[in-house]
């Protein structure tokens, strides 16, 4: 199956009210091990990449190794730019391959917003690519963009008409979910995902995903999150397992770089196994 379109993997979880794992991934081991996972569950997936990592690869060079990667693997895969708030960058992205973008652009105004996010659809459709919209901001930082000060949500009217009038493929509604760690057990307003989407037919992407309870999870899904966003799960996941085994390789004095790949491999794949499950993501790949 090659890398399909972010649109077609997401109607179809929310057909079928389940979500699809939508991993940040940093680099090509990670990449890998993710794209494993999906595998052997036999489930779509979507790999998101930031804008910090972008940068940090130059766009070529990161699309050509996750597209090598996910290429020839026979599960459908789709490539997506994480909150991006700078128009050239959303533009480069779609120009080299991205399957989709998250415009994120909630610290304009609302109208400035709307008017700015037509036009990302309408670049986005030129490569047969989709966006996702966002107007409320998600509170916490995340490599390097956002802020830790609750953000302010609109009314539901509001977020309907910029979903109908931007056309845009998926929104990522604030609803008391956080990027990070949670300090404490979130309240969701769950009731506000059922909403959206009974006025607008367009899945929502759950950002914040690490941390949230099994049923929170299995309750918003239902609701109607088709995409559910996972990126400090895979950074903790992938930096403690190298870090566990280097202690022990410092204590043995053996130093051997594949059987720490390995060990950091095994560590990602669980997690987004796990993650993959939860979400009712097995057996979907088509
Ligand atoms: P976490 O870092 O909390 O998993 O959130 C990921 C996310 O929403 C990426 O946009």
Known sequence: MPVVPTKEILDRA???????????VVNDLTTEAVLAAAVEEAAPVILQTSVKTV?????????????GLAEPVPVPVAVHLDHCPDRAVIFDCLAGGWNSV?????????AENLRQTVEVVAEAR???????GEIE????????????????????EVAVDFIRRT????????????????????TLDHQRVSDLVAATGVPMALHGGTGLSDEQFTDLIARGCAKVNISTALKETYMRSSLEFLRDAEARDRWDPPS????????????????????????RAW
């Open 260 to 283: 720490l790949f390995t060990h950091q491999r095994t560590a990602v794949m669980e997690m987004a196994r796990r993650h993959i499950r939860l979400f009712g993501g097995s057996g």
């Open 137 to 156: 901001g998600i509170q916490g930082v995340e490599d390097g963009l956002g802020s830790d000060a609750a953000p302010v949500v609109q009314s539901l």
């Open 55 to 67: 940068r940090m690869y130059g766009r070529d060079q990161l699309i050509g190794l996750i597209r």
């Open 102 to 110: 998250l415009f994120d652009a909630h610290r304009l105004d609302v």
């Open 167 to 186: 056309g845009v493929d998926c929104f990522a509604p604030a609803i008391g979910n956080a990027h990070g760690r949670y300090k404490a057990a979130p």
């Open 126 to 132: 030129r490569y047969g690519a989709h966006v996702e």
């Open 14 to 24: 929310l057909d079928g009210r389940y979500a699809v794992a939508a991993i940040n």
